[in-house]
């Protein structure tokens, strides 16, 4: 049988951890997160890391691998990933993938896009100029030269924003055109299944899930990191929204509030993303329906 790695998306707090683990144990094999958050170690309540129990339960990696002083990106966990499931296919058949950072698992999947050179002087100007002006200054700057990825990219993501400004600013091209490059043939099988659930369920879900962290310590764990939040790792949901109360912006109860609808439009960001991939079988997350899915496909 030729080796297969089971890829599991679909948008945060749906149930995906719970799934991979159950598959990982019932074909005894490893998992892999595709997750681009809990990879760093210093953190943990915001990005919704398996717990100690379930690490314990079966052996992943990509978490806590990395340190947020790193650089982390697409290219990085493609070779991470295609060398973690090749050792994981010197034990077992089957390998498992988890996790709802779409690129990642696009990577993984496909292969990376191609990667346009940058002038570092433009590159440093861009820098400086965001610095000066600020996130509203740059993302009128991508929405007027580069359109297109303004109308569908990641516009409050400061990096995101400067590498699409750079790429138009160095080639003249939008960092969409290099998004296009034919598939790679992978060695190994790939069955890709997608979790959803009814809407409403699964905004209780994300609203539930922000209060349980906020119980669990989630602003201590933020007032550690103050001094690097600056650092790209941490430009994400809940720890942007922490540090504008730390720094008198925001209200804790106004931070909580806006951690919650951050967090249901990046679910909806993620299941846009992954209902364009048709090679995605969408379940509920019940464990029977999705292995009986699995076995017809292997």
């Known amino acids: 049988m030729k080796k297969t790695c089971i890829i599991i998306v679909g948008p945060t707090a749906v149930g995906k951890t719970a799934i991979a683990i159950q598959l990982a144990q019932h074909f005894s094999t490893e998992i892999i997160s595709g997750d681009s958050r809990q990879c760093f170690k210093e953190l943990n309540i915001g990005v919704a890391k398996p717990s100690a129990d379930e690490l314990q339960q079966v052996k ?12 982390v990106n697409a290219a990085i966990f493609e070779q991470y990933a295609l060398e973690k ?10 390998a498992v993938m988890v996790g709802g950072t779409g690129l990642y698992v696009k990577t993984f999947a496909d292969g990376i896009d191609e990667v346009p ?8 100007q ?4 965001y610095e000066w002006e600020g996130l509203v ?3 009128k700057e991508v929405e007027k030269m580069d359109p297109l990825y303004y109308e569908k990219g990641e516009i409050k993501n400061p990096q995101r924003l400067m590498r699409a400004l750079e790429v138009k600013l160095s080639t003249g091209k939008s960092i969409v055109e290099f998004q296009t490059q034919q598939k790679c043939n992978r060695d190994f099988n790939i069955i890709k299944i997608g979790i959803e659930m009814p809407r409403e369920n699964l905004l209780k879900r994300i ?7 906020m119980q669990n310590g ?8 103050e001094k690097y939040k600056d650092l790209n790792a941490l430009q994400t949901v809940g720890y942007r929204e922490l540090f504008g109360h730390i720094i008198g912006d925001l209200s804790l109860q106004d931070a909580t509030e806006a951690i919650k609808i951050n967090t249901r439009q990046y679910a909806k960001r993620q299941i846009t993303w992954f209902k364009k991939d048709e090679a995605i079988k969408w379940c509920s997350a019940d464990f029977e329906i999705i292995l009986n899915v699995i076995t017809s496909t292997l």
Do not use: C, G
């Open 60 to 71: 992943h990696y990509f978490i806590n691998s990395h340190s947020i002083k790193e650089i």
């Open 207 to 213: 609203n539930s899930r922000v209060e349980a962290m």
């Open 85 to 94: 499931v090749k050792h994981i296919f010197l034990k077992h058949d089957i």
């Open 137 to 139: 200054w740059l993302q």
């Open 126 to 129: 861009i820098i400086a100029d």
């Open 218 to 225: 989630f602003l201590e764990e933020v007032k550690t990191l």
């Open 117 to 124: 050179v940058i002038k570092p002087e433009i590159r440093e």
